[in-house]
């Protein structure tokens, strides 16, 4: 088993940045795809990005495609997500999932295709 730890949340006003940090442990995260999502009050958790285990093939989700990035260091076992230009409507509980796979550029969408996931980190954009 592979746990995950994310770190890195806080209170950040809009237009500023913050980079969340997934960190593992148990397993190398090497063949690992992961994935961020987020869940906001009173609503579904969605997804944000994914990233495959070769760290090479990344996709996002329409309302954070050029202002989020995600990057896998497999040296660190740490899964990072950058996030710059913050909205209000970004606020919400960040969480990292893992799910291994033999298709090192497959990508995962839907958060039931995740077998990990980490406790979660808060982010609030004021506006």
């Known amino acids: 088993q592979v746990q995950l730890v994310e770190s890195g949340g806080g209170l950040v006003q809009a237009g500023g940045s913050l980079r969340l940090s997934c960190a593992a442990s148990?397993?190398?995260?090497?063949?690992?795809?992961m994935g961020w999502f987020r869940q906001a009050p009173g609503k579904e958790r969605e997804f944000v990005g994914a990233?495959?285990?070769?760290?090479?093939?990344?996709d996002y989700s329409d309302s954070v495609e050029g202002r989020f990035t995600i990057s896998k260091a497999n040296a660190k076992n740490t899964v990072y997500l950058q996030m710059n230009s913050l909205k209000p409507e970004d606020t919400a509980v960040y969480y990292c999932?893992?799910?291994?796979?033999?298709?090192?550029?497959?990508?995962?969408?839907?958060?039931?295709?995740?077998?990990?996931w980490g406790q979660g980190t808060q982010v609030t954009v004021s506006s």
């Open positions: 999932a893992a799910v291994v796979t033999s298709f090192s550029s497959r990508l995962y969408w839907r958060d039931y295709e995740y077998d990990y």
């Open positions: 148990g397993r190398s995260i090497r063949p690992y795809a």
């Open positions: 990233i495959n285990s070769r760290g090479n093939t990344i």
